[in-house]
């Protein structure tokens, strides 16, 4: 039988918000289910879960770690480990356990989703975040990073914008690239705000509506993980 993203998401659920993790809905990063939660220090911890489409019932997931919640976000100079499936970071007495002596295997899929397997697939979520949260050379090239502390500059302005009770409807601002309607329940003056940003307070803007969604949803998903940190 084919396994459904929405039946992946409900039977992992509640574990992962026992974790920290709060759930977000994502129809444009391409995972099977986003759940992120803030660990301090202005980083963020992304999980993406992930199904194969090439057979009915195969899953993993990815964590991505940086100071955005981008999930899979690469290129310019973000570094290549901030994404990372939860099988690299399996120690090599972990990985024999499920590859034998083929140590360079790194992707482990699940089978079913049956307590027993779906308990091994959260106890390595579990068992492997900390690795990557706690890896100061990744922390450190984050921090170097140009693109990311871009994209947090960006993020930090839609933020502003949005809690200093920006005026959405601004007369005669004529909005070019938000959505129609919003997406994955992200409020619209987020959106409006993105655009408005991007336009008019980034140095050289690049525009477009898919950038303007992009950063209206991680802007959006850091405001709620910060609320709910407080």
């Not at 991505?64 to 290549?80: E, M, N, Q, V």
């Not at 790194?106 to 579990?126: G, H, P, Q, R, Y």
């Not at 329940?185 to 705000?193: C, E, H, L, R």
Request: net charge positive.
């Amino acid at each position: 039988m084919k396994l459904r993203k929405q039946e992946l998401i409900s039977t992992v659920k509640d574990s992962l918000i026992a974790m920290g993790y709060t759930e977000f809905k994502d129809s444009r990063l391409g995972t099977s289910g986003l759940f992120c939660r803030y660990v301090g220090d202005s980083y963020f911890l992304t999980l993406g879960l992930e199904i194969r489409s090439l057979y009915d019932c195969r899953y993993t997931a990815s964590f991505y770690f940086s100071k955005t919640t981008r999930w899979a976000s690469l290129g310019y100079d973000i570094p290549k480990k901030c994404f990372q499936r939860i099988g690299q970071l399996l120690t090599n007495e972990e990985k024999r356990r499920y590859f034998g002596d083929n140590l360079n295997m790194m992707d482990k899929w699940w089978s079913s989703i049956d307590a027993e397997e779906v308990n091994d697939f959260l106890t390595t979520i579990k068992k492997t975040q900390n690795r990557i949260i706690e890896d100061l050379q990744l922390r450190q090239a984050i921090g170097m990073s140009k693109e990311i502390n871009r994209q947090c500059q960006v993020v930090e302005l839609i933020q502003k914008r949005v809690l200093d009770s920006y005026e959405e409807d601004r007369e005669g601002f004529d909005f070019k690239f938000i959505p129609k309607h919003t997406i994955d329940a992200v409020p619209m003056i987020w959106f409006k705000a993105a655009e408005y940003v991007r336009r008019y307070e980034v140095i050289q803007p690049t525009i477009s509506k898919n950038w303007v969604i992009l950063d209206a949803a991680d802007a959006y998903r850091q405001h709620t993980l910060l609320s709910d940190y407080k």
